[in-house]
Structure formats: C-alpha cells, structure tokens
C-alpha cells in the first residue's frame, strides 16, 4: 500500500505559526510520525506540500496511478478551491481530510469545506495526530480488506 500526504498553503510554518491553535509540532515531525507509523505497517508513503494549488492539483493528477489512498489538510484551500476538489473527484482511491483545529469552532468562513463531499472522512480538531488517525484508517482498512 501507498499513501500521499498533501499539506496545503502555511503547515509548512506548523511549529511557529499560530502554536496556540496549531501546536509546537512541525510538519516534519508529523511527517516523521508518519514514516515511522507507516513503516511498521509496511506501507510507502509519499509527501508534498505546496502553497500553491496548481502544484498541488500536479501532484494529484500525477501520483493517483501509483498510491491506494490520499491524507490531505488542504489549509485554507479546503474552503474555497473547486479545483482541488475537482481532481480529488477524479481519482478513485478513498481520500480522507484533515484539520488539526477544531474549524467548526472558529470563524464562520471556515465552517464550511468544498472538499468534505468528495472525501471519504474529515478529521478536525485533533491536533497534528489526525494525520496519525487517517493513515490509522488506512491501516485498518488494509487489514480488513
Ligand atoms: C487548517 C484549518 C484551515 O482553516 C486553515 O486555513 C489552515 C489549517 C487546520 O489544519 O486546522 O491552514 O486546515
């Protein structure tokens, strides 16, 4: 099994942006967690992350052949980007959403995802280990199939 990790615009700042909503833990220690929990489980994991939608809608495009199943935190692009939605749409393996906030109890504005109807699960409000949970889920899945 391969799983890919997208994280979207500002988790590469996780560690010093907003550590009161977002924690001390960096992106590389979560990926780390990740590698570690994987491996255990002997599945290949792949990462990206990108400010940039175009590169993160590539990435998709371009690795859906070859991976069983998608982590994604889109940041603020889950709000608004029909455009990753719509290459999320056009893959067929299970894509499972991330937040490591709680977006329901902050602004209105993120209350809403346009990619939560796409996606197979969400995971918001548990902290960096949602990631942790979804590959979890990936695991789970593997076991039982
Ligand atoms: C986030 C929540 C988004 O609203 C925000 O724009 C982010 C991070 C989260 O992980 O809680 O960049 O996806």
Redo the contacts with the bound molecule.
């Keep these: 099994m391969r799983i890919l990790v997208i994280n979207?615009?500002?988790?590469n700042s996780l560690g010093t942006r907003e550590p009161h909503?977002?924690g001390a833990t960096t992106l590389a220690d979560i990926e780390q967690a990740l590698i570690t929990r994987a491996a255990a489980h002997s599945i290949a994991i792949d990462f990206v992350q990108s400010n940039h939608e175009g590169v993160i809608i590539d990435t998709i495009q371009q690795m859906h052949p070859v991976i069983h199943g998608i982590i994604i935190?889109?940041?603020?692009f889950?709000?608004y980007s029909y455009a990753i939605r719509d290459a999320l749409s056009a893959v067929s393996v299970p894509v499972i959403e991330?937040?490591?906030?709680n977006?329901y109890k902050?602004e209105p504005f993120?209350h809403h995802s346009v990619i939560a109807g796409i996606a197979t699960g969400q995971i918001?409000g548990l902290g960096w280990h949602g990631y942790l949970y979804a590959l979890d889920w990936f695991i789970d899945a593997a076991a039982s199939a």
């Design positions: 979207g615009p500002n988790l909503i977002y935190n889109p940041g603020a889950t709000h991330v937040h490591i906030s977006v902050r993120r918001a």
